[in-house]
């Protein structure tokens, strides 16, 4: 992206084709710079082009450092990260006129800006799961793969229910304790979730737990 001075560009011009008096006229008939642009904060990276109208040998394209610092000839070293176009010309307009008769005409612009880090689309995170193992008289047993905060009644469905010889009167729920490697078994009904008395269902399964259905006994 360039971002041309157009009073800089007309008076270069003008000062080639007419002298002094056709520089004052091509400046008054100029429009100023668009308020976004006049508004801009140097930023490290950004490249300026700084034209001493009395000294040509004064010219050049500067790269704005790291540390947000431009060094010109018989003006030292200047911050002009966070500054305007504006103010960084009234500073080197300062520093330079002890070196000429009257004030130099001094003009800065923004020759090109830095490349600005394109920002990378954060990935989509994906879920976190936790292990459950089904075992016995279910129609998928295996490791199952569920969502933090499923159910045991929603396992249930998750393994695809159950056999025709599951004693689901005594489905047991297997947890071992982290922290003391203790195992406790709960005993669950399904037939007690069908008939809507049974709240324990609805409690969630955690990481390593173990569902196991029993078999049917005879007359069961």
Do not use: W
Request: with cysteine.
């Amino acid at each position: 992206m360039i971002l041309s001075n157009p009073i800089l560009l007309c008076l270069r011009h003008c000062a080639g084709l007419f002298g002094a008096v056709a520089v004052l006229s091509c400046a008054l008939m100029v429009q100023v710079l668009p308020a976004d642009a006049q508004d801009y904060r140097i930023r490290a990276g950004d490249t300026l082009q700084v034209e001493v109208l009395e000294d040509p040998s004064l010219n050049r394209t500067i790269l704005v450092a790291p540390d947000g610092r431009i060094s010109v000839p018989s003006a030292g070293t200047v911050r002009a990260s966070g500054q305007t176009v504006e103010a960084i010309q009234t500073i080197l307009t300062e520093r330079l006129k002890s070196n000429f008769a009257n004030t130099p005409n001094v003009y800065v612009a923004i020759a090109q800006l830095a490349e600005r880090p394109v920002p990378v689309p954060r990935q989509p995170k994906e879920p976190e799961t936790i292990s459950v193992y089904v075992m016995g008289e279910a129609n998928g047993p295996g490791k199952l793969e569920v969502e933090p905060g499923t159910t045991v009644l929603q396992m249930f469905a998750i393994m695809g229910g159950f056999t025709n010889f599951a004693a689901t009167k005594r489905v047991q729920l297997r947890r071992t304790h982290p922290q003391t490697s203790v195992e406790t078994v709960y005993t669950l009904s399904f037939d007690a979730a069908k008939k809507g008395s049974a709240t324990n269902l609805q409690a969630p399964v955690a990481d390593g737990d173990v569902i196991f259905v029993p078999q049917r006994r005879l007359f069961e």
